[in-house]
């Protein structure tokens, strides 16, 4: 299920990127960025009161660089739109990926934000220069 997720994440992530690139030309980036994300804010409260089995109680307990999530949401959402505005999708979501597993991969191997070190071997510097030169070839023009 967790391929499944995240190979839903992925498409839906690409689309959305898209639509609000598109949706930014028609009515400004910061003006749609608001709608993305006060549509996304709408969504969750609902799914929140039809879902939902916590409450806020716990916010004062956690971690504080845990609630910097919703900021860089707004971060994601700009560059996103700025990136796909600048490059094709395909080079710009290509380029996003790359940037994800690389931060991921550093997360890993330190251990940071609470997650399991994993180690970062040479096989991963192999994929991550073969995902570069992934988007070099794409970006050339032949």
Avoid: C
């Amino acid at each position: 299920m967790g391929f499944l997720f995240s190979i839903l994440a992925g498409a839906a992530m690409s689309v959305q990127g898209v639509l609000n690139t598109r949706l930014s030309e028609k009515i400004g980036l910061y003006e749609s960025n608001a709608w993305v994300q006060g549509t996304a804010f709408a969504l969750s409260l609902l799914a929140m009161w039809i879902w939902g089995k916590g409450g806020f109680k716990g916010l004062g307990q956690v971690p504080k660089v845990y609630l910097l999530g919703g900021a860089l949401g707004l971060v994601i959402t700009l560059t996103v739109m700025l990136g796909i505005g600048k490059l094709s999708p395909t080079v710009a979501i290509s380029t996003i990926l790359i940037a994800q597993l690389l931060v991921a991969a550093i997360i890993d191997a330190f251990g940071w934000l609470g997650a399991e070190k994993v180690a970062f071997h040479w096989n991963k510097f192999v994929a991550m220069a073969l995902m570069i030169g992934g988007v070099i070839l794409f970006k050339l023009k032949l």
